[in-house]
């Protein structure tokens, strides 16, 4: 376990190279071609050609700013800088690609971008690094399509296993293996390739914050400390199909009144005053046969529960199940419940985020330490590395939407942060392991 | 306006042939082969080719039946067999063969098969009328495509407007018109034709109960007096759509939770006790962007509310529009509000049910005078003509679902009341306009 370091260059004595906001907004501006949807959205799912298409295109950018690039079997794809000491582990930083249907333009893509910016303004300042930096760029972080979250991040740090692969499917039913594979990842060796300390010594997330605490205060950077876990369970309620005409009221068996007794009771329970931080959404319906002039049968539910607070995120989810039981019950229809996914939250290491709080000290730039309610490739990762997040402000705290937008200056700062950190960690691990 | 008629020779001095159970079976399954779904269920939508095959298929049979058969602008398809008087107006029957989605086998088809095999009876029994008899089948009774029922009646009798062929869309947007013409219609004749009481003495409608007064009675017919109107609406709610982990619980503007307090406001509004006869149904919701992961920014719900009377039934829509208002209002979220059809309810004729009453108690057959929940197209053919409606048993009740079942022994008890109501419809008529 690393110790606090006490002793770092200021930044007072190093170049402070400003970030080319320019090039950050033209390839912004190219990702978000990549999949975009009529009102200026993206819709570049998990897994999918388009994802691909992103992949190849920071592939090209990261070759161009002198990086090796590799795509590991779970398209997760990699681009290294050499360190001075070849043996040692690496100090990565990056994010994701893909998205929401319909989502935003700056959800992951900042990160990589911000990350991409690093490497070029090290390049052009001439700068050699004691470490190998990594540039990580993870497939398929959105649950969006497959229900679970950070599937590329999982699939190297042992958290994805075989039967994922079978049993997560899409609203398609293509199951997440089938999926990997037609985009031409290699799912059948999970569990050979898995990350560790060895390989690196620290992952750091640069995000936009998909809320509005920032903004609100007026605050440049959030550092995050905790992530919330999610428990997201699929609600299949079936009642009776009838004439919508001819079936009297007490005669109905309505799957889509049990479904909208159960969307208000979740949204109920998360409002809880007695549960602080829970927050639970159903985000999908489906019913069946969805006719004007027939009373539904049958509507499936997803439902996302989501907490800093583990215990309170599996307690809410059960209360989420025993609601929907009950409801069922009162209405004489049948509920199952299928648990889809299951994370815990993560709490990010404080000697890590202490280094990035000291990094915007020195740069004089103001932050505020919070809790992140979205989950990120970050939390994965630190189940076996240390990992660092860091938010800049989302306008309106718009997110999964079209809506969603960060300024170049916010965006540029968090470039500036990210460089200063990665370099004051080069600089401290190195005096650690007696390299400096 | 005719009189009740007071002579008619008894039922008991005529032939009574046996309905033809087994071939009656046969079409059954003919028909429900034309859309038939995984579950045993029909999808034979309105002005789809399926609809067309299923028309072109009865045009067959009827040929075989010695009838004369057309197909009108609308999609109608109707044919005639000639009474002695070629001048006099025809005595009608029949029903529709479109569905909803995954609908039942017997909802129309019951009904043109009945009158098909009355038509097979009297040429087996070597009998002639006084008046043409007409068998007619209704296109797009159904309004599961177009939101508006009965749109082939409509078309003959005056109750559908050219505004209607553009305004009325499906699923897919598509406007009536253009889906009419895509099957081969001629939409642009609305108006031309009209049917009138020149035309047509009467139209006798037998259909599935599609509810289970007669089943839990224990009677085989059903004859009936008022048939339910409909107002129909679409509610779009705008909220926004966000993360569903980043956002907390108070900052939301969530469309499906706002969709959830309507459904229950409006199921609850139709079990209110002071109103009697009201229906009241949400059968279709669609959301966006329908992800796991976001708050949904938009819901958009259809409304059927059914009464058989008519000031409830548009004091009841008003209401449904006023409670999606403040709900919208309450959750900071916009509420358009849209009517897509509005129906009278119909009073059918008494001296016409009196008439099928009798020939009821002749042939000692049990029934009752009852509602009819469910739309017909009788109900838009009254406008014109006087009309009746013979129901049989629905077995549980069910319909507008693959569970829609009648047994053959009592579809063959609609057919004898139709085969009787017809003869003594002609002799009475012929009476009374000194034919006889």
């Not at 991040?153 to 293509?174: E, H, Y």
């Not at 009144?257 to 959404?281: C, F, N, Q």
Request: proline share 5%; charged share 25%.
């Amino acid at each position: 376990m690393l110790r606090e370091p006490s002793v770092a260059a200021p930044i007072g004595e190093q170049a402070r190279p400003t970030p080319n906001l320019g090039r950050l907004q033209a390839d912004l501006q190219q990702f978000a071609e990549l999949g975009a949807t009529a009102d200026s959205g993206v819709s570049r799912l998990a897994y999918t050609p388009l994802e691909r298409e992103a992949h190849q295109l920071i592939a090209r950018r990261m070759r161009d700013a002198g990086l090796e690039v590799r795509v590991d079997p779970f398209g997760n794809t990699i681009g290294v800088r050499p360190g001075r000491r070849a043996g040692t582990a690496a100090i990565a930083s990056g994010s994701h690609l893909d998205s929401v249907p319909n989502g935003g333009r700056f959800d992951g893509t900042v990160g990589v971008l911000s990350a991409l910016e690093v490497m070029r303004l090290l390049r052009e300042q001439g700068l050699e690094t004691e470490h190998p930096l990594w540039l990580v760029v993870f497939a398929a972080e959105e649950g969006a399509r497959f229900g679970a979250p950070c599937l590329g991040s999982k699939a190297v740090t042992g958290l994805l296993t075989s039967d994922d692969l079978t049993r997560l499917r899409d609203a398609q039913g293509i199951a997440l293996g089938e999926a990997m594979r037609g985009v031409g990842c290699q799912p059948e060796t999970l569990g050979r390739e898995r990350w560790s300390a060895r390989d690196l010594a620290a992952f750091l997330e640069v995000h936009i914050e998909q809320a509005r605490v920032l903004e609100t205060e007026g605050r440049p950077i959030g550092l995050v400390d905790g992530i919330a876990g999610n428990t997201r369970v699929r609600l299949i309620v079936s009642g009776r199909a009838d004439h919508s005409g001819a079936t009297p009221m007490h005669l109905r068996r309505d799957a889509l009144a049990a479904a909208a007794e159960i969307i208000l009771g979740v949204e109920a329970l998360a409002r809880d005053p007695r549960r602080r931080s829970t927050v639970a959404t159903v985000g999908r319906i489906e019913i069946e046969p969805n006719n004007l002039t027939t009373v539904p049968g049958r509507a499936v539910l997803s439902v996302d529960v989501r907490d800093i607070d583990s215990d309170r995120q599996r307690v809410t989810a059960r209360e989420v199940a025993q609601l929907a039981y009950r409801v069922g019950e009162r209405r004489a229809a049948q509920v199952l419940v299928e648990l889809i996914t299951d994370s815990s939250p993560a709490v990010l290491p404080i000697w890590l985020r202490q280094h990035v709080a000291e990094v915007c000290t020195e740069l004089g730039i103001d932050f505020r330490v919070m809790n992140s309610g979205a989950g990120h490739d970050a939390a994965v990762v630190a189940r076996v590395v240390p990992a660092a997040m860091v938010f800049i402000p989302s306008r309106d705290g718009a997110s999964h939407s079209p809506q969603e937008s960060s300024s170049l200056a916010d965006i540029g700062r968090g470039v500036e942060v990210l460089y200063h950190a990665v370099l004051r960690l080069d600089r401290v691990l190195a005096e650690l392991e007696g390299l400096g």
